[in-house]
């Protein structure tokens, strides 16, 4: 499955009411320290969960599971850290995507909701 996030593969693919849930990392599996240039070892991987372009009209769930690396220079200052991505930004809830703004009237997209709030046969009468 292409993915279109530059420096980012797809490892597995689910679908979670309604929603398709991306698990992708990025080709980078060898890094160097910042701060020394020691190549570093795998020290965690987080999850960081970000919403990216619906795919055939379904929202997509990316779950990037983020490298924490870790300075295998025993004396290094920098010990731990983790990867960073310019497709998706630290703290960023979305994707960077050129063009894409689904705060801006993305809406149209969306099935017209249910009437709300349904009318219900059963209530209240016994
Ligand atoms: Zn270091």
Do not use: N
């Not at 372009?53 to 025993?74: D, M, N, Q, T």
């Not at 960023?92 to 909701?113: C, N, Q």
């Amino acid at each position: 499955m292409a993915l279109g996030l530059p420096g980012f593969v797809v490892v597995a693919a689910g679908e979670y009411g309604g929603e398709l849930e991306l698990l992708v990392e990025t080709t980078e599996s060898v890094t160097g320290c910042p701060r020394c240039g020691v190549v570093a070892t795998l020290h965690d991987r987080q999850p960081r969960w970000v919403r990216d372009l619906p795919a055939s009209g379904r929202p997509v769930v990316l779950v990037w599971f983020k490298r924490i690396w870790r300075c295998a220079e025993a004396r290094c200052a920098q010990r731990t850290w983790s990867e960073r991505s310019a497709a998706i930004r630290p703290r960023a809830v979305l994707t960077e995507r050129p063009g894409w703004r689904p705060a801006g009237g993305s809406a149209r997209t969306r099935p017209t909701s249910p009437r709300w709030p349904p009318t219900s046969a059963s209530a209240g009468a016994p």
